[in-house]
Each structure stands twice: as structure tokens, then as C-alpha cells.
């Protein structure tokens, strides 16, 4: 037993660890969730701020596609002429203002001979005449614009050259754009490019030996990257972005870390506050047991001295049994007023008695004492039933101290099967025999206490072999219930029963009262054996 009580004591230990798991299985996904749903967002907000700058970087191409085709045509249409070709092409050449570092212009039947005319810097493409040869060979083939990358010489360079389809073809305009030899360069002037990382390279793919120009000393980039694809002549810019800092904000960044930290905080709350609990309820607990085994003993004690107020034994006259039942009521532990007793009078008489004092604790329990032992004193007087009443209200004033007590007094004649009853306020006694039962009446008076009365006692006859039984109130009395109804209801309860008398009062207390007694109940019986 002790055992059970041990695991049961400390299973709620549990509690708290299950508050902060759940606590924190809770956090980490709510965090969880949190940072998939700004990592999509950054995701979004990347590819949209790539797709913006992609778009800028395509509307720069047909300005340097425009000039580029002007320049083709003019040589076209002037046979080659250098001087007009120069001063056609200044404006787009020079470090300020210019679209290119170089603008010359190519004979296609002469490639090995080099440029016609160069603006600005010499090309970088012809210092290789067998890549000039082919690059320039391969662009007459595709009119249109056409890129090479010029990225393995100590000044990279990108080329461009473009045939206008519909013409002769005979003359190519070729243009160089210098990059920085480090790659470095910065475009987060534009709206477009700031706070983003970012690398555009020659080609569909991401490759570091195409790299045009980045932002970092050290591609690649790092953290979430973006890619988009520009068409540019007979090949493609790939452009490659990545994020410098949250796209979203702050908070959004920080929103995972705050719902950690606050869950954790708040499940270690949760946890300790369930540990508290749990405290207090073992607390708790462990005074309810206290309390119910005080209770317990208090009760003990009570019922003790309640069955001390009793009589030890009912006198026994051949003829006739007696047999007398006390329960107490769930009210507290106070002992209380309700009692009976049987006394032996001379000539085979005896006196019944059945009292309830209102009130329960120890100032009932002594009223009740002077009670009976004021009726045994005045017994031996007087064996009349009235008269003892009518002594006791001269004798008690209990309504001095706010009590009250209804009494019933009768005597019994064993052998003239004779019954005489008195009664203060009290319910008349039940008197069952050849299968019937009625309650004998009496002239019932003021309860004790109430005033100096004087009494009237009632005789009825006795059959052979009839039952008489007191009760108090507690025995019949129910919430909402009619007392009529409730007297009726123990009439047909104890007729017919075929039972010694102790276990008919026993069947009785049972039957009426199932669950436990709202209020004490003294029961006493007499039944003629003959």
C-alpha cells in the first residue's frame, strides 16, 4: 500500500517534463515554420530583384547593337572610307562618355592585314590575327552580333562585332569594352543591384573563366543565389545574384530566433509552473490524507463517545426482544443528539425511550445526558409516561441555551400486551402485526424546552407477536419529500418482512437510507415473542 502511494506521489514529477517537451516540441516547430516561410519569401523576393536587374542589363544591348549596326552600314555604303568611318564612330568611343574602349573597322577579305581603321584603343583581338581570322570569319557567317570573350590577356577585353544581314557583308564593324582586371566592378548605383551580390558572366552557365564582371574579389557567391539568362548576340549573359542582407527585413530574419527564444522561455514558465503545481497538489494531497485520518480518529472518537451515551445492553424479559441501532450522519465528527433506551420497570414493564436533541457537538451530547438520566431518575417515581415528560419541562429549560429536544416515552406492558405513549414533539412510534402496520397515536406535545406543559399519554393494545419500533427523524426525513409520504414509505418497508428484529432494523436502516446518512438516526425495537 505504502508502495502505490510512493509511485503515485512522485508519478506527477512527470508533468512538468511533458509540459516542456511539448513546450518545446511546440517552439521548434513554430520555428520551423517560421524560417521555411522566410526562406521562401527570400527566395521570391531574390528572383524578383534578379528578374528586375536581368532586365536592366538586356536594355542596354540594343543601344550597343544600334551603334554597332550604324557603324557596319556606313562602311558598307562608303566602300570602306576610314576618314568617315573614324568620325562617324568618335562619339561612341572614350572613356567618359563612350559605349566602348575600341570601335574599328575590318575588310573581310583582308582580316590578315588587320583593322581598316581603329577609334580609340588598338583592339586587343588584333594582336592574334588567327583569332581575329576565325572569330570575324565565324560573325560573317551569322550576321548579327557576335561576342567573344578576350579574358586571358593582362587587359580582358569583350568584342563585339556585327554584319547587317541584306548588305554586301564586306565590311565588319568590331568593338572591345575593357573590364577590370580584377573583375571587380560595382553596379550598386543602380536600384536594381543594391544590397545584393552579384556576377555576370559570358555564356549560359555560371563559370569562373567567363566571369565578366562581379562585386567580390573572390567569386562565387556565397548564401542563396538567383540566376538569370539574357540573350546577347549568338550566345547569352548569365547573371548571378545573391543576397547581402534579409530581402524581407529584420524582424522576419529574426522571427525564427524570437519564437525560439520565447518558447523556450515561455515552456520553461510552463514547465515550472506545472512543477509548482504539481507541488502544491502532492501538498495538497498529502494534507487531505492527514485530514481524512484525523477526520477519521475525530469520528472515531465521536462514535466512541457517542455509543458511551448508549446503553451497553437492552434488558431481555422473557416474552418479548429488544434490539436498538445507531448511525451517524456525514455531518462533521461533533457527536450527536439522537439516542434511545430501554428500561426495566417492575412487573414485567418496560419504559422505551427515543430522543433527538437539536444540535450537534458537545453541548448536545451533555443536553442529551441530562436527558436520559433525568428520565431513569424519574422512572422510578412515576411510570407514567406523561408524567416523566411533563417532569422533564419543568426540570430543562433548554431554550436558554437555543436547544431543543422532542422525546417519545412508551410503556410497555409485556404481559396485558398493553402500550401506553407520551410524546414531546417527537414521531409516533410504528406498531406492525399480522401482515399490517399503523402508527400509534398519541396526544403529541411541545418539544422540551419550548415551556413548563403538561402531557397526555395514549394506550393502545398489543397483538400477539407485534413489533413496535421508535425512530428519530432521520430515519424517514428526505429533501423535498412530504413527511407523510416519507412515514408511509417505512410503513410499507417494514411490513412483511420475515427477519429476526435486529436484522429488521438493520434492512431497514439500509432500504431507506442507500447512500450515506445526511443526518444521525437511532432506531429501537420491541417485538413480543408470544
Not at 564586306?170 to 566592378?185: T, W
Not at 418497508?493 to 443526518?519: I, M, T
Amino acid at each position: 500500500m505504502e508502495g502505490r502511494e510512493t509511485d503515485a506521489s512522485r508519478s506527477p514529477l512527470w508533468l512538468p517534463v511533458l509540459a516542456l517537451v511539448v513546450g518545446l516540441a511546440v517552439t521548434v516547430a513554430l520555428a520551423l515554420v517560421s524560417q521555411a516561410q522566410y526562406n521562401r519569401n527570400e527566395k521570391r523576393l531574390l528572383h524578383l530583384r534578379a528578374g528586375d536587374a536581368g532586365a536592366l542589363v538586356a536594355s542596354t544591348l540594343p543601344g550597343l547593337q544600334s551603334s554597332l549596326a550604324s557603324a557596319a552600314a556606313l562602311a558598307d555604303a562608303t566602300n570602306g572610307n576610314v576618314k568617315r568611318f573614324v568620325t562617324f564612330v568618335a562619339p561612341y568611343v572614350g572613356r567618359r562618355s563612350g559605349q566602348f574602349a575600341s570601335l574599328s573597322l575590318w575588310k573581310l577579305s583582308a582580316l590578315g592585314k588587320g583593322p581598316l581603321a581603329v577609334a580609340g584603343v588598338t583592339p586587343e583581338l588584333s594582336r592574334s590575327p588567327s583569332k581575329a581570322a576565325a572569330f570575324l570569319s565565324a560573325a560573317a557567317r551569322h550576321p548579327g552580333l557576335n561576342v567573344i570573350g578576350l579574358f586571358q590577356s593582362s587587359d580582358p577585353r569583350l568584342g563585339l562585332a556585327f554584319s547587317e544581314p541584306g548588305i554586301s557583308g564586306a565590311y565588319f564593324a568590331y568593338a572591345e569594352n575593357r573590364l577590370p582586371a580584377s573583375r571587380r566592378s560595382r553596379l550598386q548605383s543602380s536600384n536594381q543591384f543594391a544590397g545584393l551580390h552579384y556576377a555576370i558572366y559570358l555564356g549560359r552557365e555560371p563559370s569562373l573563366q567567363n566571369l565578366i564582371v562581379s562585386d567580390l574579389t573572390h567569386p562565387p557567391l556565397p548564401g542563396r543565389r538567383a540566376i538569370v539568362v539574357v540573350p546577347f548576340g549568338n550566345t547569352a549573359l548569365t547573371l548571378e545574384m545573391s543576397t547581402q542582407h534579409s530581402l524581407a527585413g529584420s524582424l522576419p530574419q529574426r522571427l525564427p530566433w524570437i519564437i525560439a527564444i520565447v518558447g523556450a522561455l515561455l515552456s520553461l514558465a510552463a514547465a515550472a509552473g506545472t512543477g509548482v503545481l504539481v507541488q502544491r497538489r502532492r501538498s495538497a494531497e498529502r494534507l487531505a490524507r492527514e485530514n481524512r485520518a484525523l477526520y477519521a480518529e475525530q469520528r472515531g472518537i465521536a462514535q466512541q463517545l457517542q455509543h458511551a451515551l448508549l446503553p451497553d445492553r437492552l434488558p431481555q424479559l422473557s416474552g418479548v426482544e429488544t434490539s436498538g441501532r445507531y448511525e451517524a450522519g456525514e455531518q462533521g465528527v461533533d457527536v450527536g443528539g439522537d439516542w434511545y433506551d430501554v428500561i426495566e420497570l417492575a412487573d414485567r414493564r418496560l419504559l422505551v425511550v427515543i430522543g433527538d436533541v437539536a444540535g450537534r457537538g458537545l453541548r448536545a451530547a451533555t443536553t442529551m445526558a441530562r436527558l436520559r438520566y433525568a428520565i431513569h431518575a424519574y422512572s422510578r417515581d412515576s411510570e407514567d409516561p406523561a408524567e416523566i415528560l411533563t417532569k422533564l419541562a419543568r426540570l430543562v429549560r433548554l431554550s436558554d441555551g437555543g436547544q431543543l429536544a422532542t422525546i417519545l416515552c412508551a410503556l410497555v406492558d409485556v404481559d396485558a400486551h398493553s402500550i401506553s405513549v407520551a410524546s414531546a414533539g417527537h414521531l409516533p412510534p410504528l406498531l406492525i402485526h399480522d401482515g399490517q402496520g399503523s402508527y400509534v397515536e398519541s396526544h403529541t406535545g411541545l418539544p422540551i424546552g419550548v415551556d413548563q406543559v403538561v402531557y397526555r399519554s395514549n394506550t393502545v393494545s398489543a397483538p400477539p407477536a407485534a413489533t413496535l419500533i421508535a425512530f428519530t427523524d432521520g430515519l424517514v426525513e428526505h429533501r423535498g419529500e412530504h413527511l407523510d409520504d416519507s412515514l408511509d414509505r417505512l410503513r410499507r418497508a417494514a411490513v412483511g418482512r420475515d427477519a429476526a428484529l435486529p436484522e429488521l432494523l438493520g434492512e431497514l436502516l439500509s432500504e431507506l437510507h442507500s447512500g450515506a446518512f445526511s443526518d444521525d438516526i437511532a432506531i429501537v425495537g420491541l417485538r413480543w415473542t408470544s
